[in-house]
């Protein structure tokens, strides 16, 4: 099995293609490791090894780790978040990529007003229209963001969505060119204060066709911690 160096070279030389196929520049694309899944010492190796932007997805098993090592990253928070999780999440995780109703865009507000900071969230948006997937429908996000207009602790920085997991990547292309267009469209209307750059998109299975079609940000977990 390869060692994490052989696997972070893999990806970054991965990344660089994907980029010199689209015409893009590596350093648009950010690689976030998802570390759900593995425990805290290879959490502890993949820091080490100069990645800095970490994701977890439930608070119960983060804790631990960000307890440990929570001032060596960037943490993100990338599972459904509930509300009465928020608590535990706000001033740990820099970046939200699950806001997906308006109950949580309230309590990710509050908590952040009590607590004097801002928190950079992403939209996330069923692209897909999987019923097995949680998300703003696209045709709704104008909507969701006229509404939380007025909770201005809660900054608006991108768009997430997740692909269905296919055995061709190239057949995800469409979701990830929906996610882009539909940035770029929101924009035009300039609903934000300022425009939304980030697109959280593409994981291990499907980034290269994400990063093609305009990823900023890919969550990436088997390819580069390992099972």
């Not at 893009?24 to 932007?53: C, H």
């Not at 229209?129 to 963001?145: Q, S």
């Not at 300039?190 to 990063?211: K, R, Y």
Request: hydrophobic content about 45%.
């Amino acid at each position: 099995m390869a060692s994490l160096q052989e696997r972070i070279a893999s990806v970054q030389e991965r990344v660089a293609r994907a980029c010199a196929v689209s015409g893009r520049d590596v350093s648009d694309v950010k690689v976030i490791a998802v570390t759900k899944y593995v425990p805290l010492d290879t959490v502890a190796a993949v820091l080490e090894a100069g990645l800095t932007e970490i994701a977890e997805s439930r608070w119960q098993d983060a804790e631990p780790k960000w307890n440990a090592l929570g001032h060596k990253g960037i943490w993100h928070f990338i599972g459904h978040l509930q509300t009465n999780k928020v608590k535990d999440v706000i001033g740990k995780f820099e970046y939200i990529h699950s806001l997906d109703r308006l109950s949580l865009a309230r309590e990710l507000h509050k908590k952040a007003d009590a607590a004097g900071l801002d928190v950079k969230v992403f939209l996330q948006v069923n692209i897909s229209g999987e019923d097995t997937k949680f998300g703003l429908a696209p045709e709704a996000v104008e909507g969701f963001l006229k509404e939380i207009a007025p909770l201005n602790r809660v900054k608006v920085i991108g768009l997430m969505t997740m692909a269905p997991h296919e055995g061709d990547p190239e057949l995800t292309r469409p979701v990830f060119r929906g996610l882009r267009e539909l940035r770029d469209s929101l924009n035009q209307l300039a609903l934000t204060p300022e425009p939304i750059q980030e697109l959280s998109m593409g994981m291990s299975n499907d980034f290269e066709v994400a990063i093609q079609e305009g990823a900023t940000r890919v969550r990436l977990g088997t390819v580069l911690v390992g099972h």
